[in-house]
Nanobody, 112 residues
Framework: QVNVVESGGGLVPPGSSLRLSCAASGSVSDLSEMGWYRQAPGKQRELVAT?????TTYIAQALKGRFAISRDKNTAYLQMNNLKPEDTAVYFC????????WGKGTQVTVFA
């Protein structure tokens, strides 16, 4: 079993930056993949970014240039710059090692 906990969300004005953290613990592995997803009110959950065990990253096309993902062992980070109101969502972390493990999410609200 893997426990996944996100942190770092908040209420910020447009143009701000936030850094989200995702800590995985329990039966973790150095071969895991970690990813960030987000879900805005009334919308489906969408992929934001992923990072492999070797550090290969993927960022959703629409977010390139503003978002970046990194990791240190079994903690992943999502650096979000120049935040916009449309970035408002609950951000979830997914840890993949054999199975998928999800955190409960952290709220990011960008108010105009």
């Amino acid at each position: 079993q893997v426990n996944v906990v996100e942190s770092g969300g908040g209420l910020v004005p447009p143009g701000s930056s936030l850094r989200l953290s995702c800590a995985a613990s329990g039966s973790v592995s150095d071969l895991s993949e970690m990813g960030w997803y987000r879900q805005a009110p009334g919308k489906q959950r969408e992929l934001v970014a992923t990072i492999s065990d070797r550090g290969t990253t993927y960022i959703a096309q629409a977010l390139k240039g503003r978002f970046a993902i990194s990791r240190d062992k079994n903690t992943a980070y999502l650096q979000m710059n120049n935040l916009k109101p449309e970035d408002t969502a609950v951000y979830f972390c997914k840890y993949h090692w054999v199975f998928d493990y999800w955190g409960k999410g952290t709220q990011v609200t960008v108010f105009a």
